[in-house]
């Protein structure tokens, strides 16, 4: 069954398109619009921006595949991003990652059996000064303990984390709401 | 004058959580020059940049002012690329900087853009930094909307504008030509240079590629005069230097400090020592693609040139008393890299550091080409085994041979990177992997040969070439 990308999706994708020289050029824009307009993005899914961009459908394949962000599988409310790179790893992140594990009843890359979470080992997050930390779309979780990963899965159970941001939808606001999570003073 | 720790160019509105509202920052004098800028002659600023010494933040520590005077001075079309996809393990101050800062950082590339006559600028965010994406959409917008981006900036006919581009997940995209693979829409495959991007760059145009924290010191140094930012810096190298200190220190944190700061100084004055007053075993002076440091070398300055040059820095070697030649006889000390700096006390398991290093890069090749696709993979699975103690002799040499073996003959620098990160960890703290060796073999854990590293590992190891 193909699919087509919505009204509003395809306007939002116009005024993207009208910043590049080439339609190509909006391929991730256009892979990031599909996958909040259509979920996962399947060989539908992928024809459908294909064939809006007009290139070829191996052209897409291939950047979905190539980024971390793009899914083919449908994956949890919260995608969970945590750290393990070296800067958390020698504050504990490891201890934190098995943790999550062991709280989610999941092993890393897995979502959740109610599809609440889906837990990524992550690389850097560029948040190396309050390791070991976790991202889950526009809101950081610094200076993660035990005590604080409970925090953050109730937190997020009740009020899940989209990674669509979404600036015309007015993003912005429930982004600039969370920036308590920067520790001050420290500059 | 020599800046102090007490000058504060880019992060004078760290945690203040209200300068990203375009009016605060307008009061505080935010675009107030853009008029009068626009109102130069480009040369004039472009040669201010010259004579500032400012050097790239990102890595590589190239002088900003004669990288825009690469461009052809003919070109019909260039572009402007802030390359904001930090994501160098260690460095978290791009990412704050924007968070923090935004109009700063637009109002740097509205004076760089006139300065090279370019009217599309793109920032490339990286892709999970959401938060700080909607942060710069918005900053953008209202710059827009105040008039400073657009057919007519600040009233002065001059065209420019912006347009927020977002990664999705992918380390090799900050390498710069990787970055305008991924711009145009595509795998962000490195490309080979020459050409340079400020010949032939994006969508094939001449292009000038530069860090939030490079593009930030600009308007600082358009109003006051490169000569007064050369004077804040050590040596050839301008201003001051943000570091993201990180690890085990008792205050980590973003910290802009004078250039050319010991580390010792870093570590146990502004950082506030090691947690539980233990010794420093080892620093990455910025991101971990450069060669550690050990403790006796923790009183070199944070600079660029010195942690290539000081005499005090021990040299890479391939083998005990072998030194890694870069090309042409070039040796390796360290590099500043990103500013990321991280710190490991006594207790840390260096070969566990370097397997968790070596794995991160053989995830993030982008498997384009062969040395640094296949040679990220052995260098991680030889590091591993070594440090989960089950590694079999001749394992540390291999190591180092395989990293010989990447070093200088990829296509970008990330192949660079996972070599210079091995050899630097063997040449600093050698012992500690042959324990872990020999531990294994006391209890008789080596894992099994796995021929095709081993074999292919010794083939590839001609390798050396500069670039």
């Known amino acids: 069954m193909p699919v087509h990308l919505s009204e509003a999706a395809r306007k939002k994708l116009d005024a993207v398109i009208s910043r590049y020289p080439t339609p190509m050029a909006a391929t991730l824009p256009a892979l990031h619009i599909a996958q909040a307009d259509l979920g996962p993005l399947t060989p539908e899914v992928q024809q459908a921006v294909a064939d ?136 | 004058m020599p800046a102090t720790r007490d000058t504060k160019i880019i992060t004078r509105y760290f945690g203040d959580d209200t300068q990203k509202q375009i009016a605060v920052a307008e009061k505080r004098g935010a675009y107030a020059a853009v008029a009068k800028t626009l109102g130069r002659p480009p040369a004039e600023i472009q040669e201010q940049l010259k004579v500032s010494n400012l050097r790239g933040r990102g890595g590589a520590g190239f002088y900003t002012g004669a990288k825009w005077g690469f461009v052809p001075k003919d070109a019909k079309t260039t572009y402007l690329v802030i390359n904001a996809d930090e994501s160098e393990p260690g460095t978290c101050k791009d990412r704050e900087l924007i968070y923090w800062d935004p109009h700063l950082l637009i109002e740097g590339i509205i004076d760089t853009a006139y300065a090279m006559s370019c009217h599309h600028a793109y920032i490339y ?113 301008g201003g001051t230097r943000l570091l993201c200190v990180s690890g085990h220190v008792n205050k980590p944190g973003v910290y802009e400090l004078p250039m050319g700061i010991s580390f010792r100084e870093l570590i146990f004055d502004v950082c506030g020592g090691v947690p539980g007053g233990k010794r420093v075993k080892g620093v990455i002076p910025g991101g971990v693609s450069m060669p550690p440091l050990d403790e006796s070398e923790l009183d070199v300055p944070c600079e660029f040139d010195a942690l290539q040059t000081d005499k005090r820095i021990k040299e890479c070697e391939v083998s005990p008393g072998v030194k890694f030649d870069m090309g042409g006889g070039r040796t390796l000390r360290t590099m500043a890299g990103s500013g990321g700096v991280v710190v490991m006390d006594q207790d840390t398991d260096m070969p566990r550091a370097l397997a968790r290093i070596s794995r991160f890069f053989a995830h993030e090749s982008c498997g384009q080409c062969t040395p640094c696709r296949e040679g990220s993979g052995w260098l991680a699975r030889v590091a591993t085994r070594i440090a989960e103690e089950g590694g079999r002799p001749g394992d540390v040499d291999l190591l180092t041979s395989i990293a010989h073996g990447i070093a200088g003959n990829s296509i970008c620098a990330l192949g660079d990177a996972a070599a210079w990160a091995a050899l630097g960890f063997v040449t600093k703290f050698r012992s500690e992997f042959e324990a872990k060796v020999e531990a294994a073999q006391r209890r008789g854990a080596t894992t099994p040969a796995e021929p095709p590293a081993a074999s292919a590992a010794g083939a590839a190891s001609a390798g050396g070439g500069g670039h």
């Open chain 2, 125 to 237: 965010i990286r892709g999970e930094m959401m938060r700080e994406y909607l942060v710069l959409k918005q900053a953008v917008a209202d710059a827009y909307a105040r008039g400073y981006l657009g057919k007519n900036v600040a009233g002065t006919g001059y065209q420019l504008e912006v347009t927020v581009h977002r990664g999705a997940g992918a380390y090799i995209c900050g390498e710069e030509t990787g970055l305008l693979s991924s711009l145009e829409g595509k795998r962000g495959w490195p490309r080979l240079k020459p050409p340079f991007p400020a010949i032939v760059g994006l969508f094939g145009q001449p292009t000038i590629i530069n860090n939030p924290e490079t593009i930030m010191n600009v308007p600082a140094i358009v109003d006051k005069g490169g000569a007064w930012f050369a004077a804040l810096g050590m040596g050839k190298s």
């Open chain 1, 52 to 187: 809006y961009l007009k290139v070829p459908v191996a052209h897409i394949y291939g950047v979905v595949t190539f980024y971390t962000m793009f899914h083919q599988r449908k994956v949890g409310k919260n995608v969970l991003m945590v750290c393990t790179n070296i800067s958390c790893m020698l504050r504990g992140a490891y201890e934190i990652m098995a943790y999550l594990e062991k709280q989610l009843g999941v092993k890393r890359g897995e979502t959740t059996a109610d599809g609440m979470f889906t837990l990524v080992e992550e690389e850097c997050l560029a948040a190396c000064a309050n390791a070991p930390m976790a991202i889950c779309g526009p809101e950081y979780f610094l200076d993660l303990t035990p005590e604080k990963v409970d925090q953050m899965l109730a937190d997020l159970r009740a009020r899940p984390r989209s990674e669509h941001v979404d600036f015309e939808r007015g993003g912005i606001a429930s982004a600039a709401g969370v920036s308590d999570t920067v520790r001050e003073g420290d500059h």
